[in-house]
Nanobody
Framework: QVQLVESGGGLVQAGGSLGLSCAAS????????MGWYRQAPGKQRELVAQ???????NYADSVKGRFTISRDNAKNTVYLQMNSLKPEDTAVYYC?????????WGQGTQVTVSS
């Protein structure tokens, strides 16, 4: 089994910054993908960004240039630095780890951006 523990998030004014982190533990395979999804009220869960074990990353168009994903393989941790936040970034952010054709999810952390 895989466990994901998220931290960070909270309330910030528009234009501000927040950082999220997610630490993985358990039965981890070296060649995995870690990332972040988000779900706003009344909307479907959507990919924000993800990163492979080699550091290759991709982003949703809506966050390109504002968010940066990174990972520390030694700590099995993925990070999401969010800058220039907008009210439309308000959502529950979920960490995800993909390995061996299975997806593992964190419990979610709330990010609220006030206008």
């Amino acid at each position: 089994q895989v466990q994901l523990v998220e931290s960070g998030g909270g309330l910030v004014q528009a234009g501000g910054s927040l950082g999220l982190s997610c630490a993985a533990s358990g039965s981890l395979f070296r060649f995995n993908v870690m990332g972040w999804y988000r779900q706003a009220p009344g909307k479907q869960r959507e990919l924000v960004a993800q990163i492979t074990h080699t550091g290759s990353s991709n982003y949703a168009d809506s966050v390109k240039g504002r968010f940066t994903i990174s990972r520390d393989n030694a700590k099995n941790t993925v990070y999401l630095q969010m800058n220039s936040l907008k009210p439309e970034d308000t959502a529950v952010y979920y960490c995800i780890l993909k390995q061996l054709r299975r997806d593992y999810w964190g419990q979610g952390t709330q990010v609220t951006v006030s206008s």
